[in-house]
């Protein structure tokens, strides 16, 4: 193996196992690089997750962390395709914002939304980046999935924490960093990535290429703290009535027994 190579196992939510490089973090690089692979192929990779589900057996509709949210104001952080949108917007949120770094995604918003009856204003832009969102302005602010994208995790909770109201709500799922360092092999769960590592990444997937760290659960839990936030609720847990109804036997769905492979946090702004 190559000396600037690392074997980092599940990419992001159950994807891929393999060989990534490790790289400097140039901002401006990532963008570009993850940009063209949501344009392109990330989709077809990596699927898109979307409410009700938060990632892997963990659901709204058992979770509960948003409520009702008729007449509020919602703002999605990495809109993907539009999904979750729709699920708010269908539960009578009065205003849908979606952001993406993605033109191609946000088409894909427009379209399904349009196709559904709905409509949001659309911005293209990295999250870490002043965009025209306004500030004081939402009810909630989430993020599926999305989140640990980010170039600067401190700076974008900041910004997230400017777009919401004083008592508003930041909901944002992503892939349990314990879920990243463990993979399945001959009927065992197996480290072999270290938790503490926290280095930027580039991997090849189906001739695309991505860009990633993953952090440490304190490194978001910190950065909440800082950024305003305060914590009221946390689910890493699986869901094992969804596991039981999917029947499903895969490594993955073992693992998810074993251990957490989503985590969600609910935090409120002060």
Request: charge should be negative.
């Amino acid at each position: 193996m190559d000396k600037n190579s690392v074997y980092r196992t599940n990419i992001i939510g159950a994807g891929e196992v393999g060989v990534a490089i490790s790289v400097d973090m140039d901002k401006n690089v990532v963008h570009k690089t993850n940009s063209l692979f949501w344009d392109t192929k990330g989709n077809d990779v990596l699927g898109a997750t979307s409410l009700p589900l938060y990632g892997a057996f963990v659901s709204e509709e058992k979770c509960q962390l948003f409520g009702d949210v008729t007449g509020k104001k919602m703002l999605e952080i990495g809109c993907g395709s539009g999904r979750s949108l729709q699920y708010l917007g269908e539960r009578n949120a009065s205003e849908l914002w979606g952001m993406d770094i993605s033109e191609n995604q946000l088409e894909k918003t427009k379209q399904h939304l349009t196709a559904c009856g709905l409509s949001a204003k659309l911005i293209c832009s990295p999250m870490e980046e002043k965009c025209g969102i306004p500030e004081d302005y939402f009810d909630f602010v989430y993020s599926i999935y999305a989140i640990g994208w980010t170039t600067d995790l401190e700076g974008t909770f900041s910004r997230i924490a400017s777009y919401l109201k004083k008592d508003g709500v930041f909901i944002f799922s992503w892939s349990h960093p314990i879920h990243k360092c463990v993979v399945a092999e001959n009927d065992m769960l197996v480290f072999k990535k270290c938790y503490f590592d926290e280095s930027w990444y580039s991997v090849s997937l189906a001739e695309s290429t991505l860009t990633l760290s993953d952090r440490k659960l304190s490194t978001y839990v910190n950065a909440l703290s800082k950024a305003g936030f305060v914590i009221e609720q946390m689910i890493e847990q699986s869901d094992d009535d969804m596991m039981q109804s999917r029947d499903d036997i895969s490594d993955f769905a073992k693992k998810a027994k074993m251990l957490p492979v989503t985590f969600v946090i609910k935090a409120r702004k002060l």
